[in-house]
Nanobody, 126 residues
C-alpha cells in the first residue's frame, strides 16, 4: 500500500508562486511514476504534470508548460510541483498520484494512477 500526503497549498495572488510537496510512504519510491492532477469545482479532474520512474522524464499539460516544474527527490521519497506565474484559472484542489506500472512514458490519465493523496487546495486571486 502506498500512502501519499500533499502539502504546500494555500492562497496567493495572481503572478505569485507556490511549491507543492508529495511525501510518499513506500519502499521503492524510485520505481513509481508520480503525477499531479487538479480539480476545480464543477470541472473534471485534469492532468497537470508527471515525472517518470528511474531517470524521471517529465511531461506537462499545455496549460502549465513553462510555468510549472515537476521534480522528485528519491532520497526523500518526495515529489514536488513548483508553480510560478499563477493565474486565477489555476485555482483547484491539487492531487498527487502514483503509478506502479513501469511505462515508457508517464501516464496522463487519472486511470493510469493507482494511488492518490487527499489533495491540497490552491486559490489564486486576481
Amino acid at each position: 500500500q502506498v500512502r501519499l500526503v500533499e502539502s504546500g497549498g494555500g492562497s496567493v495572488q495572481a503572478g505569485g508562486s507556490l511549491r507543492l510537496s508529495c511525501a510518499a510512504s513506500v519502499l521503492t519510491f524510485g520505481r513509481y511514476t508520480l503525477g499531479w492532477f487538479r480539480q476545480a469545482p464543477g470541472v473534471e479532474r485534469e492532468f497537470v504534470a508527471a515525472i517518470g520512474w528511474g531517470a524521471g522524464s517529465t511531461f506537462y499539460a499545455d496549460s502549465v508548460k513553462g510555468r510549472f516544474n515537476i521534480s522528485r527527490d528519491n532520497a526523500k521519497d518526495t515529489a514536488y510541483l513548483q508553480m510560478n506565474s499563477l493565474a486565477p484559472e489555476d485555482t483547484a484542489v491539487y492531487y498527487c498520484a502514483a503509478d506502479e506500472v513501469l511505462r515508457v512514458r508517464p501516464g496522463v490519465r487519472s486511470s493510469d494512477y493507482k494511488y492518490w493523496g487527499q489533495g491540497t487546495p490552491v486559490t489564486v486571486s486576481s
